[in-house]
Nanobody, 124 residues
Framework: QVQLVESGGGLVQAGGSLRLSCVGS????????MGWFRQAAGKEREFVAH????????YYADSVKGRFTISRDNAKNMVYLQMNSLKPEDTAVYYC?????????????????WGRGTQVTGSS
């Protein structure tokens, strides 16, 4: 059974930082790209960041570029999202997802398994 469990969400003041973590199980973690997505209340889920199977390739949504950093530790089956300079508009439920391959892109259809999410709230 493939599982992803996110943690690290919370309430943070504007300009603050949070680090989200996600642990994966049930498949060979190091063989797949990983992604972070988010969904704000009343809005569609949107891409945040992607990291390739080896960690050698990363890319970000324009809205978070320069503020967020995705990383992974394949020995621990973990993927992380370091979020700095948080803004109120970053408020959302954040989901990690297993890619369908070694590189999976920005579209949610490129991801086959999802966690249940962790809430991030940025206060002004």
């Amino acid at each position: 059974q493939v599982q992803l469990v996110e943690s690290g969400g919370g309430l943070v003041q504007a300009g603050g930082s949070l680090r989200l973590s996600c642990v994966g199980s049930g498949r060979t973690f190091s063989s797949y790209a990983m992604g972070w997505f988010r969904q704000a209340a009343g809005k569609e889920r949107e891409f945040v960041a992607h990291i390739s199977w080896s960690g050698g390739s990363t890319y970000y949504a324009d809205s978070v570029k320069g503020r967020f950093t995705i990383s992974r530790d394949n020995a621990k089956n973990m993927v992380y999202l370091q979020m700095n300079s948080l803004k109120p508009e970053d408020t959302a439920v954040y989901y990690c997802a297993f890619g369908r391959g070694q590189l999976s892109g920005r579209a949610s259809c490129g991801y086959g398994y999802w966690g249940r999410g962790t809430q991030v709230t940025g206060s002004s």
